[in-house]
């Protein structure tokens, strides 16, 4: 009798364990949820999407370590549209159609992203941009979100800065595409509200390698400073035309150029340069209690650790949209409208680009505190006294 009983304990102990196998592999044996990526990866603006994409894999191979999404384990699926408009439509495109992913990181840069706008809403698919310009999230549109900090705070901080240095006249320079002429729309808009006055307007296109015919008629007018609003290359030639040119003025650059990127081709033209950045670029110096340092800390540790490169806030961008995105699944199953309801609910998640408090009305989320102002001195970032 013992020894049959001996037998029925062995047997339920091996339904068991089938049956908890059964349940473990039956947990994982849900569908993973497909997520898009479009950056740009290679070509002039390989700087914002190469960490880009690096950062969003690095996100996702952190949250699947911690068990997916509700069972669904995440799966990035990435295309480069090399910075071309065109590009990224055929990309998201082929995500929609052909990969049927459940939402979009990316792209990288204004154009490509307000390129692909009006077909993320029309499809109704959640879009994470990555890019600066305010008109991507204002005016507000359903499906449309993004990380980085907005043109509109940027340029609040570098004109609060200049009220301290009491500088009221300036001359512009800003490149002409959709990043640019939202720079200039912004810098145009609340320069009454510091008591500033620009008293010259300039643009160079975002391949042109010499802007000393701009920078002579800026010159002309007499500024007290000069504010160069654009991404790479050109904001370095423009550094490297003032030193030729020998115009003493402060220089100040938009947040486009705060990566190491940008140190590299302007080499010591970029000395005394003034921008608002992320803190990413002085996580090292921020005070032991901002919300954000062990967030930075974190990523700068893992990406450098992972990658053999240094980080720059770009990356963050798209690291911080996958953080967002993983706190908006859970509960959603995967349904793209129950995703962007769950986006706009997104408060207090602090990330490495700020604390994001997505609403209906906002769907960047990003508050003052998300920009820090700098100076390069001896070629590193120095963090400035607010």
Not at 92 to 112: C, E, F, M, R, W
Not at 230 to 243: C, H, L, R, Y
């Amino acid at each position: 009798m013992r020894q049959t009983e001996s037998r029925w304990m062995v047997t339920l102990v091996l339904c068991a364990a089938v049956m908890l196998g059964m349940a473990h592999s039956h947990a994982w044996a849900k569908e993973p949820y497909r997520i898009g990526g479009v950056f740009s990866i290679t070509g002039a603006s390989s700087f914002l999407g190469d960490p880009e994409k690096k950062s969003m894999e690095m996100a996702i191979e952190e949250i699947n370590a911690r068990g997916g999404i509700d069972g669904h384990l995440l799966e990035a699926v990435i295309y480069d549209d090399e910075g071309d408009p065109t590009k990224a439509v055929l990309n998201a495109t082929k995500l929609i159609s052909k990969d049927n992913v459940i939402a979009i990181i990316g792209p990288s840069l204004t154009p490509t992203t307000l390129a692909i706008v009006p077909m993320v809403e029309k499809e109704k698919i959640p879009l994470i941009s990555c890019a600066a310009g305010i008109k991507i999230t204002e005016p507000v549109k359903p499906f449309v979100f993004k990380t980085a900090q907005s043109d509109v705070l940027a340029v609040n901080a570098i004109y609060s800065h200049m009220k301290k240095g009491k500088l009221q006249k300036i001359g512009i320079i800003t490149v002409a595409n959709a990043f640019g002429e939202s720079g200039q729309e912004q810098l145009n808009a609340q320069a009454a509200k510091y008591g500033i006055e620009i008293v010259q307007s300039e643009s160079f296109g975002a391949k042109d390698t010499d802007m000393t015919a701009q920078l002579t008629k800026l010159r002309s007018a007499n500024p007290q400073a000069i504010v160069c609003w654009g991404t790479n290359p050109g904001p370095a030639v423009i550094s490297k035309n003032i030193q030729q040119m020998n115009m003493k003025m402060p220089l100040y650059q938009s947040h486009g150029v705060a990566s190491p990127k940008f140190l590299e081709l302007a080499g010591d033209a970029a000395e005394g340069t003034y921008l608002p950045t992320g803190k990413i670029l002085v996580t090292g110096q921020l005070a032991e209690g901002d919300p954000q340092k062990p967030v930075l800390q974190h990523y700068v540790q893992e990406f450098e650790k992972k990658y053999q490169m240094p980080v720059s806030g770009f990356g963050g961008y798209a690291y911080d949209a996958v953080h967002i995105l993983a706190k908006a699944l859970p509960g959603t199953e995967g349904n793209k409208e129950k995703i962007r309801d769950s986006l706009e609910k997104v408060r207090g998640l602090v990330g490495v680009t700020g604390t994001f408090n997505f609403s209906p009305t906002d769907h960047n989320g990003l508050g003052e505190d998300a920009f820090v102002m700098v100076q390069i001195q001896k070629g590193n970032w120095k963090l400035l006294e607010k």
